[in-house]
């Protein structure tokens, strides 16, 4: 018996990937009666583990959504969930579903509250993009450092564990750096500001977050209207996947 030349697999119209699953094919296991093809089953994965996907940092799963968005969209509202897609800054997320009637479907996503330093670098982040891109920089890039120093900034007068802060602050880094807002590895000096950061913060929520801020810390308020951080008239725009809020944990 000799060994299968892959270069024979043209001739059958069969096409593997490289975990040697059949692309072409809608049955990928035995006994397997779904209806998806496998990269439509693996962006569906994708959208359904991730907090977003984008065409950046998701390419192959983009291009799949793109193609194939209403039998997606459709999957995930089988399990209550909405997709939301932004095809001009190329970033797709998912939401709960919201009942007509006011009342509460089953849920699949764990909500996890952004910390205080997580939300003063999404605030913060958000704030640099919009600048680079008003400036013409296709892409926008901070450091690490710089990222902790604006943290720092924002340490209420009677905090006395400045280790303890610095700690939290580079966890938080850390911790955006893993949901994919900031890309890169964890341990790098610098990062690309995702173009995801826009949608996934409207102005609806970010108020929630500037509020929850100004609640917590006491520091200077920050602007009672969020179009005064970035000089600009305030605009209708769709919410973002997952509210965020800041309720627990308390600096040092």
Do not use: C
Not at 48 to 59: D, G, W
Not at 100 to 114: C, I, K
Not at 127 to 145: K, M, N, S
Not at 169 to 192: F, H, M, P, Q, W
């Amino acid at each position: 018996m000799t060994d299968l030349d892959p270069s024979d697999l043209g001739s059958t119209g069969a096409e593997l990937d490289r975990g040697g699953h059949d692309t072409a094919s809608v049955s990928v296991f035995e006994g397997d009666e779904g209806t998806l093809d496998f990269a439509q089953r693996r962006a569906l994965v994708t959208l359904l583990k991730q907090r977003f996907i984008s065409a950046r940092t998701h390419p192959r799963d983009w291009e799949v959504l793109v193609d194939h968005e209403q039998l997606l969209r459709s999957r995930l509202n089988d399990v209550f969930l909405d997709l939301l897609v932004d095809r001009e800054r190329e970033v797709a997320w998912k939401r709960q579903a919201s009942s007509e009637t006011g009342g509460r479907f089953p849920t699949l996503l764990h909500d996890v509250p952004w910390s205080r330093e997580e939300t003063i670098l999404l605030v913060h982040l958000r704030d640099r993009l919009r600048a680079g891109q008003a400036g013409g920089d296709a892409r926008v890039f901070v450091d690490r450092e710089d990222l902790v120093a604006h943290v720092a900034s924002f340490r209420p007068l009677h905090a006395t564990d400045g280790a303890g802060d610095e700690k939290r602050a580079r966890n938080a880094v850390a911790s955006i750096v893993k949901t994919g807002l900031l890309i890169g590895a964890v341990g790098d000096e610098r990062y690309e500001v995702s173009g995801a950061v826009e949608p996934l913060l409207p102005l609806e929520l970010l108020q929630e977050l500037l509020e929850a801020l100004r609640r917590s810390n006491a520091v200077e308020p920050p602007p009672e209207r969020v179009e005064d951080l970035f000089g600009e008239p305030a605009v209708e725009v769709v919410e973002g996947e997952e509210p965020a809020s800041d309720e627990e944990g308390e600096w040092a």
